[in-house]
């Protein structure tokens, strides 16, 4: 069953149509008509060989492929929704081998171990840490704005404190993270002819992180610091990750880590430049429901998939072994069963049942509290170094079947 109320070959994954927007009113239209439909591709154009997917666009039936893993797998054909065509199914199944692409059991031994390092105690640790951090980037931002009627607030700001985060966590050395994000962002561009990135170049920015990363990890099992890394590998076989696992997990901080926290400080940026009532409010109380209506309003991911297991029905629709299911979070973000007036930029939005960090299931976020603390430091920053900025141009959108990225912001000190 197709959507009726969409045009025909209408797609949510076209990266042409997620560079310029997301479709909000055509997930409004599927919610009401058609919430779960099959959306039809030309043959292979995912990089799946197969001839589509089911789209899912309610809040209720995202959660529960979510929370049904045994009936909904993230291995068979990984999370990602859209790769290029032109991706060998060897390509893909080597992404098997980060956490995001686990099923149980597998992923849930990867996960008990790897959280050691997300645990609230362990968050606590870097806050103070974070919060100099986020001083010195915002500083840093306005002095070297002096002179110049605006800059680039995703390079100048948002980008800085997620890759200092991860820096801080796994003890990757600071003057390093220039090429963690190198290489994350070549991971996640390559739909995006401005980066002239193509898959291979991806690849190969992936096995330099876990190049890297198993480096680190070699040396902190020789010599253990007080991090991540030490926790996570200094005694293998005891419950710990192996030096390749450990590359793996980095792949996954370093772009689900680190891409999603910068766009969605990017995108709440924005808003509170869009909606300057809300700015105000802001500088003004700091309301700790703030973080979780950023999130909600970005949804950074726009979707993920899920792969059927076994015949089974979602929706009133009847789902086949096989089929790719996507989970479509940008939509239940906006789902009016649960939110009030979902278009509505609210930071005093309570209570906020959001997806922006997974359906819940065994792959809701592990990072999230490290998430929460990194948004609400950067912002406590910008009131307090920069209250008065203004938006000095239009967003400029990452070309990207899944992500809801943001490249460039110009914004007026």
Same mark, same amino acid.
């Given at each position: ?8 070959? @209408?797609?949510? =994954? ?13 997930? %409004?239209? %599927? ?51 859209? @790769? ?10 080597? &992404? ?14 990867? !996960?008990?171990?790897? &959280? +050691? ?34 800059? $680039?607030?995703? =390079? ?19 003057e390093d993270r220039a090429k963690i994000f190198d ?36 040396? +902190? ?13 200094? %005694? ?19 772009? %689900? ?28 109380? !700091? ?21 059927? =297991?076994? $015949? ?15 989970? *479509? ?5 906006? $789902?009016?069963?649960? @939110?009030? $007036? ?21 792959? *809701? ?13 950067? *912002? ?9 900025? =203004? ?23």
């Amino acid at each position: 069953m197709r959507c009726p109320h969409l045009p025909e070959g @209408f797609d949510f =994954t076209d990266p042409d149509l997620l560079q310029d927007r997301v479709p909000y009113p055509e997930f %409004a239209r %599927a919610r009401q008509t058609a919430p779960v439909f099959w959306c039809p591709q030309p043959h292979g154009i995912a990089g799946f060989g197969d001839d589509g997917y089911w789209v899912v666009t309610r809040h209720a039936d995202v959660k529960y492929v979510s929370t049904h893993p045994e009936l909904f797998s993230s291995t068979t054909n990984t999370a990602v929704i859209r @790769f290029n065509q032109n991706i060998t199914r060897e390509q893909i199944e080597v &992404q098997r081998l980060i956490m995001l692409n686990m099923d149980p059991p597998e992923h849930t031994r990867v !996960r008990q171990i790897v &959280q +050691r390092g997300f645990t609230p105690r362990a968050v606590r640790s870097l806050e103070d840490a974070l919060r100099d951090r986020a001083r010195r980037i915002v500083d840093t931002a306005l002095a070297a704005s002096e002179g110049h009627d605006s800059f $680039d607030f995703v =390079t100048n700001i948002a980008v800085e404190l997620p890759l200092q985060a991860i820096a801080e966590l796994i003890g990757v050395p600071q003057e390093d993270r220039a090429k963690i994000f190198d290489w994350s962002n070549k991971m996640a561009a390559y739909d995006d002819p401005e980066y002239a990135i193509t898959e291979e170049i991806g690849a190969e920015a992936a096995m330099e992180i876990v190049s890297y990363a198993m480096n680190l990890a070699a040396a +902190r099992k020789e010599c253990p610091a007080k991090d991540i890394v030490s926790t996570l590998v200094a %005694a293998e076989g005891e419950g710990n990750l192996l030096a390749d696992e450990f590359g793996f997990f980095v792949i996954l901080l370093a772009v %689900a880590g680190n891409e999603t926290t910068r766009n969605a400080i990017s995108h709440g940026m924005h808003a509170f430049l869009t909606h300057p009532d809300q700015w105000e409010l802001y500088k003004r109380e !700091r309301p700790e429901t703030t973080a979780e209506e950023i999130v909600r309003w970005a949804t950074p991911v726009v979707s993920f998939q899920r792969t059927a =297991t076994q $015949d089974t029905e979602l929706g009133g629709q009847k789902i086949k072994a096989g089929d790719r299911v996507g989970l *479509f979070y940008s939509s239940a973000n906006n $789902d009016p069963e649960l @939110f009030d $007036d979902p278009e509505r930029f609210d930071i005093l939005r309570d209570p906020n049942p959001h997806l922006g960090f997974g359906g819940g299931g065994p792959h *809701f976020c592990l990072g999230k509290s490290l998430a929460v603390l990194e948004i609400n430091l950067i *912002f406590n920053a910008i009131a307090d170094a920069l209250p008065n900025l =203004t938006l000095a141009g239009d967003p400029r959108r990452l070309r990207s079947a899944w992500l809801n990225g943001i490249k460039e912001l110009q914004v007026s000190p």
